[in-house]
């Protein structure tokens, strides 16, 4: 019950709006009663500060509990202290628009709290279970790994899975942004929140529901909002110290006025006008309306931040280095041919690589296992296996091991190569496809594999270099095969025959030399890379755990146009927030000046001082519309 109200009045805040109300009409009241009945005045006056005054007391006492003096209890000082020298009225009409533009201030952040709360929406309260003779509906905490699901046509997919039977189309454009539809039948994923659009579907579970992707998406960006800027520490710090000079700088003010002979009521006056003028109200909003509004402007288009200081850190970033299998390239790398040392046959070799390449995660051990699949080739599932990442695996089993991958991996493990395969392989990179070479104690031949470079990898390299970042390929594949990937992309600096270590040793040193850089990987064997990169940005290929768990950025999209966006969009959160912080530190000193200058009357110093701390607020919100170029990211950057 105590709860249930705490949350109804400091949580919810929905008396805010009404409690402002009631202090307008009793302000009115006081007006009016002043000149037709003077003797109630008084009452009006009261109430006025109850209503006007509630929130900030409630979030000034809380505050002055954690022992922080904050902006709340300078209004709310200045309000008493123009009361206690007979200036009921315009202490009332202080708290009045202090209270209103606070109640502005919670509708305007909410704003960007509901597109996240229309992600929660998205989850489907239950599921269908498929049973021995019928189905039954269950909530979906209750689904677990392995249930069968019945997804009718229409219906929101209740669960990360797998298709089992039926084909349909999903609407995944909640999750990624992406509004094509996608088609769906059986091996392919599916995903909780997801619109199953013409087909029923048979749907194994593979997550729960605390781990699908859905509900790890909610709680990243609830914990990006959670999460505090540097520049907002910075200021909350300052805050601090400033609220405390505020009150001396208002105390000064009394008694220099008094030495200089000033009337105590007009000293006492400025001293309160001086409290509100002066209160940091705006500078300590500037950089949070601007953060939230870009992270959730963000959410809505497939780029996940994670957090304000992602925001800050892209915003700097002034090298971009990618991966090239699974980033610039599709993930779908497909095998071109196995070539055969004499006396073997291709599909043996391709059958005795798919034994190894089963229990790895790679996109090329995928391409080699789809490939033997379709070739109807039957082959053992080794269960031992060793990955070695940037350089291939070795199998093991009771008669003997199996090495599958690079010629860097035969170099390593001291085994050499035979004249004639070395042939096949200059030959293979020289047409700038991937070799794989199979060995089991005797050498059997290579497996070329080629990976398509993404068509809208050209595209993302011009938009970074028309941002002034430089794109850099970092790649385990052989220096001829990244030449050739890094010349159709138009990329300039290359390195190629990469281990996992050296990438990062690599992001290390360009870091020192050029200045902050981001990381765009698949996740994969990316991790320690995303990482040390100031940066890291996952290619989230959706139900990809690593990648999600490691970066900063996740593209929930496979489009690396959505890179240069990132970056611009952290870079238009920044201004925003530098604009924000001048023009609030602007609006205050000319207050200030204007207060000991003019002697301007209170309520319009409230008037300019809400006024500013308003258009801050409303500044950061632009952000929530932010849009780049056209849909194909060409030209610069325009915001509505
Ligand atoms: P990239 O940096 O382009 O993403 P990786 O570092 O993932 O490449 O891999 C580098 C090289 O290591 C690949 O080109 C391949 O030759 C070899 N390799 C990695 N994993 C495997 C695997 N599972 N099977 C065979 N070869 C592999
Ligand atoms: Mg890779």
């Not at 990624?176 to 048979?202: H, I, Q, R, W």
């Not at 291939?392 to 050499?416: K, Y």
């Amino acid at each position: 019950m105590a709860e249930r109200i705490r949350r109804f009045v400091l949580d919810e805040r929905r008396l805010e709006f009404p409690f402002v109300g009631w202090t307008l009409v009793a302000l009115i009241g006081g007006m009016v009663s002043r000149w037709a009945a003077p003797g109630i005045e008084g009452v009006f006056w009261t109430a006025a500060y109850l209503f006007g005054g509630f929130y900030g007391v409630l979030d000034g006492a809380l505050a002055l509990h954690m022992g922080r003096l904050d902006v709340n209890l300078l209004m709310i000082l200045s309000a008493l202290g123009a009361a206690f020298i007979g200036h009921a009225e315009e202490g009332g009409t202080l708290l009045f628009l202090f209270s209103l533009s606070n109640a502005l201030q919670t509708l305007a952040l909410e704003r960007t709290r509901q597109a996240i709360r229309r992600l929660l929406n998205l989850r489907p309260p239950v599921a269908h279970r498929i049973r021995e003779g019928g189905e039954e509906t269950i909530p979906i905490e209750a689904i677990e790994v392995g249930d069968r699901l019945l997804v009718r046509p229409g219906e929101r997919i209740p669960a990360d899975g797998v298709v089992v039977a039926g084909f349909s189309a999903a609407d995944e454009s909640l999750l990624t942004g992406e509004s094509m539809p996608v088609p769906k039948g059986p091996g392919d994923p599916v995903f909780e929140g997801t619109l199953n659009s013409y087909g029923a579907l048979e749907v194994q579970v593979t997550h729960t529901a605390s781990d699908t992707m859905l509900a790890r998406i909610i709680h990243l960006v609830e914990e990006a909002q959670a999460q505090r800027a540097r520049t907002q520490q910075a200021i909350d710090r300052f805050e601090q110290r400033y609220a405390w000079a505020v009150l001396a700088g208002a105390a000064l003010t009394l008694v220099l006025s008094g030495l200089w002979g000033e009337a105590f009521d007009q000293a006492f006056y400025r001293a309160m006008t001086l409290l509100v003028v002066a209160s940091p109200c705006a500078l300590v909003i500037s950089t949070p309306a601007a953060f939230l509004s870009a992270i959730a402007a963000g959410a809505r288009r497939g780029l996940l931040f994670k957090g304000g200081m992602v925001l800050e850190r892209l915003a700097q970033v002034r090298l971009v280095a990618m991966d090239k299998t699974g980033t610039l390239t599709e993930n779908r790398v497909a095998v071109q041919s196995v070539r055969a040392l004499e006396g073997n046959h291709p599909d043996v070799i391709l059958a005795l690589a798919a034994a190894v390449e089963v229990r790895s995660e790679h996109p090329i051990a995928r391409a080699i296992v789809e490939e033997a699949r379709t070739r109807g080739l039957s082959f053992p599932e080794i269960r031992e296996v060793e990955a070695r990442p940037g350089l291939g695996v070795i199998g093991f089993t009771n008669a003997h091991r199996i090495w599958v991958g690079s010629p860097r991996l035969f170099q390593q493990e001291g085994i050499s190569l035979p004249v004639e395969l070395r042939a096949m392989l200059e030959e293979a990179q020289q047409a700038g496809r991937t070799a794989l070479l199979v060995y089991d104690g005797q050498w059997r031949g290579l497996i070329e594999v080629a990976d398509r470079v993404r068509p809208e990898a050209t595209e993302a390299v011009q938009a970074l270099r028309r941002l002034g970042i430089e794109a850099v390929m970092l790649t385990g594949d052989h220096p001829t095969v990244a030449r050739a990937v890094a010349q159709v992309v138009g990329i300039r600096r290359f390195e190629g025959g990469l281990l996992p270590e050296e990438k990062l040793a690599r992001i290390r040193s360009l870091a020192q030399s050029i200045g902050p850089v981001a990381m765009v990987g698949d996740g994969m064997n990316d991790a320690p890379a995303l990482a040390a990169a100031s940066v890291g940005i996952a290619m989230g290929k959706m139900g990809s755990d690593a990648a999600i768990e490691t970066a900063d950025v996740v593209l929930l999209q496979e489009d690396l146009r959505r890179v240069p966006e990132a970056i611009a969009l952290a870079r238009a959160a920044m201004r925003t927030v530098w604009q924000n912080l001048a023009f609030a530190s602007g609006v205050i000193v000319l207050l200030v000046a204007l207060t000991f200058g003019l002697g301007i009357p209170l309520p319009l110093a409230v008037v300019g001082h809400e006024g500013s701390t308003l258009l801050v607020v409303l500044n950061g919100l632009r952000l929530l519309r932010w849009g780049w170029g056209s849909a194909g990211g060409k030209g610069g950057e325009t915001r509505t």
